[in-house]
């Protein structure tokens, strides 16, 4: 049986969407009492998902596909064109499976040992004062360069941190940021494309159990090297996202100065406890609003039409806060993970479902190891105090700036 898919009038909504920033799809299911909904954005007729089964369904393969899903200026910055986020089916498998393969069990370990190292270098160069959002992303650049087998100078990991994130502030920005997101991915990925080329002619001698080394050889489903630029895309792929991390680690500081009763409890019940406050640190702060994916085939659910080609956006946010998965949302609370049964599509912050088959985040457990290791120093081994700060964090600012900073004593 047929239903109307409540649908938000007016000709175009983005204006709402920059000012509602994370809240925008959340509103609009209040509103309509409805975990579906239909309304326009860039002006394109969009569906709106909120919920577990609705992130179900947004991962059926039969159902959506990713080709042309993503406006063209996320992928000018974010993205890049021609890599995994915007593949499907045996491509897209094939594809995954180089970025899971990097993601063994040793990797894991070593990046845990890099971040410690890294870490210690710049707090040994650090007299008093660290904003924690710069320092990270210096720790994480320098990570993720080690790790990938890249050859940097010294004096170019300051180049290097600024490009890389540049690439991921200004998704959400439009004009000169903008552009120059899009003028330093140009020049990251030519520079990284000459290196893959120096790679394959053996003019490059580079760690052959590196990332940079395995990407540059990778053969696709057809039998063919990678082009030297999808190459170049596919490793900034883990380079950016590694170094966006430090939103992460900025917001995990909003939360200890915000909410010091925790900090005590991890240095009192240790490992867990800290587990927790991660997995709430990821729950509660927003960082992706929502997923992009087009209607394959035009089909019926739960008795709304979706029409073949329809922009489908799946809230990720909104999910992590879906009253009907989570008691009081709302609130800041690690506990809420003791004894928690993981499923594939209620807690979402990178993304739901399989890693292997669909494009959930293959850098969700490096991401935890990156936070782990970071909180494990900052709990332990350097004591800090927070000075008066504001630390706010705006509805619409994507993503998250809460900048803070932190005297070590
Ligand atoms: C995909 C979030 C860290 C590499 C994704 C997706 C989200 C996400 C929401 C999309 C999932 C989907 O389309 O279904 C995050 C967040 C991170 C993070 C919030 C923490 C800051 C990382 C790290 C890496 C990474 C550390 C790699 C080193 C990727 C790649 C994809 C992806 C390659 C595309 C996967 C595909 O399309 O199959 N991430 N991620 N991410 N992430 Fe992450």
Not at 73 to 86: H, N, Y
Not at 126 to 134: A, D, F, I
Not at 345 to 371: A, K, V
Request: hydrophobic share 40%; with cysteine.
């Amino acid at each position: 049986s047929h239903r109307e898919m409540p649908v938000e009038k007016g000709l175009d909504h983005t204006l709402q969407l920059l000012r509602e920033g994370y809240d925008f799809m959340m509103n609009r299911k209040d509103k309509f009492h409805s975990r579906v909904f239909e309304t326009r954005l860039l002006g394109e007729k969009v569906y709106g998902l909120v919920g577990k089964e609705e992130a179900e369904l947004f991962y059926d393969e039969d159902k959506f596909v990713r080709k042309n899903a993503a406006p063209g200026r996320v992928q000018k910055t974010l993205f890049g064109k021609g890599g995994v986020q915007g593949l499907d089916g045996r491509e897209h498998r094939h594809r995954k499976k180089m970025f899971m393969s990097l993601m063994s069990n040793d990797t894991l370990q070593e990046i845990r040992q890099l971040v410690r190292k890294e870490w210690n270098h710049l707090l040994a160069h650090t007299e008093k004062e660290l904003h924690v959002r710069e320092a990270s992303q210096i720790v994480f650049t320098r990570v993720a360069l080690r790790w990938c087998g890249i050859p940097f100078e010294e004096k170019k990991v300051s180049d290097w941190v600024d490009e890389l994130n540049d690439l991921f502030e200004h998704v959400a920005h439009i004009g000169p940021k903008h552009w120059k997101a899009r003028f330093f991915r140009n020049k990251a990925e030519k520079w990284l494309e000459e290196l893959v080329e120096k790679v394959r002619a053996g003019k490059e001698t580079v760690d052959q159990n590196r990332l940079l080394y395995h990407f540059s050889m990778y053969k696709d489903a057809h039998g063919n090297f990678l082009s030297p630029n999808i190459a170049a895309v596919e490793i900034l792929n883990l380079l950016r996202p590694t170094v966006a991390v430090s939103v992460y680690v900025d917001v995990m500081f909003l939360a200890m100065r915000d909410y010091p009763e925790e900090m005590k409890k991890i240095k009192s019940q240790g490992k867990e406890a800290g587990e927790r406050f991660i997995q709430e640190v990821r729950r509660y702060y927003p960082f992706f609003p929502f997923l992009a994916a087009r209607v394959k085939e035009t089909f019926i659910w739960n008795g709304y039409e979706f029409e073949k080609g329809k922009l489908t956006l799946l809230d990720l946010y909104g999910t992590n806060h879906d009253p009907a998965i989570w008691k009081n949302p709302h609130l800041f609370d690690p506990d809420r993970f003791i004894n928690w049964k993981e499923t594939p599509f209620s807690f979402i912050p990178q993304g739901g479902g399989d890693f292997e088959i669909g494009h959930r985040c293959p850098g969700e457990w490096l991401t935890l190891e990156l936070l782990r290791e970071t909180l494990d120093i900052f709990i332990h081994d350097v004591p800090f105090t927070f000075p008066k700060q504001d630390g706010d964090i705006e509805r619409n600012d994507i993503p998250p700036q809460p900048n803070m900073i932190i005297n070590i004593i």
